[in-house]
């Protein structure tokens, strides 16, 4: 087994050889179909990247995130006006979640309307800006910011993708999160009172809607007049809503009792996405375990958190290298052993798993 030094400098080595020159992050280099750059993974590994001493990469990854949206200018004020108008919008309309590397758009068939990553880039790129204490980067990027503002409070209530690129008909409450996450954050370093009171409007809808039986659910839709519960069990994204987000505090009875739920539901040695998981059966994913461990720490309790961080220092392969889940607690091996067949093994190395490493070691150091 490595030692965390090992691993920790293997893990900024990776994400460092695999950001195109351009800034954007690879999801996984040697999986095809993780061949692109999503803003809500990237904003997550310049997170990382930043607590682990590579301030400079992490500007890169904002840089890139830039040049995306400076192109996307008539596109959203399209999409603005449709709404305004009340004309009907296609999914395929809005911006994308993912890019090419070099910032072109992704044409493929795959679900790409999801909003968190929008969320993440504001909040990452205030955390960034905190860090290095360059304010000057919030006249630089003004335009981008000020369009994902005005992107994401016109459409943050609109079903979408969630964070696994799945269930487009409902509302995902990791995925509020993200958005509450950027507003809450430029609001506040920018002292501006209307984007707080949007974060605070996004706030209240989760603690009234995203509720049940004292806990968070995993998404909500509307039905039959009103905003409830459609996927009633917990998801392990629902940690987000406490870290690194701040819609409730970690020791929030409500975020207590999901952590509880997922300890139940979802925890193995890792942790699992949510109960109904079948990609790749429904393994154990390296980056949420890094979360429950990064959570725990903030609860207080180390013993765990360091637990978590040595069963991912487990899961490297003889280069260092961190999957995106293991097959050690299957829900379903046929449901493996089909997507095997169909893709190969699970993407090796993500990147995503790889900065969540850095950030839970970088919290227990």
């Known amino acids: 087994m490595y030692k965390e030094e090992d691993v920790i400098n293997q893990s900024k080595m990776i994400i460092k050889l695999n950001q195109h020159p351009s800034g954007g992050y690879v999801a996984c280099p040697l999986f095809s179909h993780y061949g692109y750059s999503w803003l809500r993974d990237g904003s997550f590994i310049a997170y990382a990247m930043d607590t682990a001493g590579e301030p400079e990469s992490a500007g890169q990854f904002y840089e890139w995130v830039d040049r995306v949206l400076q192109t996307k200018k008539d596109q959203v ?6 709404q ?14 993912r890019y090419h590397l070099d910032g072109r758009d992704d044409h493929s068939d795959w679900g790409n ?3 968190d990553g929008y969320g993440a880039w504001l909040w990452g790129l205030c955390e960034h800006i905190r860090r290095t204490g360059n304010d000057a980067l919030l006249r630089i990027y003004r335009e981008s910011i000020e369009l994902t503002v005005e ?5 943050w209530l609109f079903p979408n993708y969630d964070c696994w690129e799945e269930f487009s008909d409902y509302v995902h409450p990791s995925t509020l999160a993200c958005i509450y996450g950027g507003l809450h954050a430029l609001g506040e370093l920018e002292n501006r009172p209307e984007l ?4 605070e409007e996004i706030r209240s809808f989760l603690l009234e809607h995203s509720v049940l039986e004292q806990r968070f659910v995993k998404s909500v839709q509307y039905q ?4 409830q519960p459609v996927q009633p069990g917990v ?4 940690l987000w809503l406490a870290l690194p987000f701040g819609v409730v505090e970690p020791s929030d009875p409500l975020m207590l009792a999901t952590v509880e739920a997922i300890e139940k539901e979802l925890k193995h040695e890792g942790i699992q996405r949510y109960a109904a998981d079948t990609y790749y059966g429904g393994g154990e994913w390296l980056l949420l375990t890094a979360w429950y461990g990064w959570l725990k720490a ?3 309790d180390r013993e765990e958190a360091n637990r978590c961080l040595n069963w991912i220092i487990s899961k490297a392969d003889a280069l260092g290298r961190l999957p995106e889940q293991v097959p050690d607690a299957l829900r379903s091996v046929s449901a493996y052993d089909d997507w095997v067949n169909r893709l190969g093994r699970p993407p090796l190395p993500l990147l995503w798993s790889h900065a969540m490493l850095l950030v839970l070691s970088n919290k227990l150091g």
């Open 84 to 97: 305004r108008e009340g004309i009907w919008i296609e999914r395929s309309e809005f911006l994308n979640t």
């Open 77 to 82: 004020q399209e999409l603005l006006r449709k």
């Open 298 to 300: 903030e609860l207080g």
């Open 113 to 115: 309307f999801q909003l």
């Open 196 to 199: 707080l009171a949007k974060a």
């Open 224 to 227: 039959d007049g009103k905003w």
């Open 151 to 155: 992107y994401l409070q016109a459409f």
């Open 235 to 238: 998801d392990a994204s629902l």
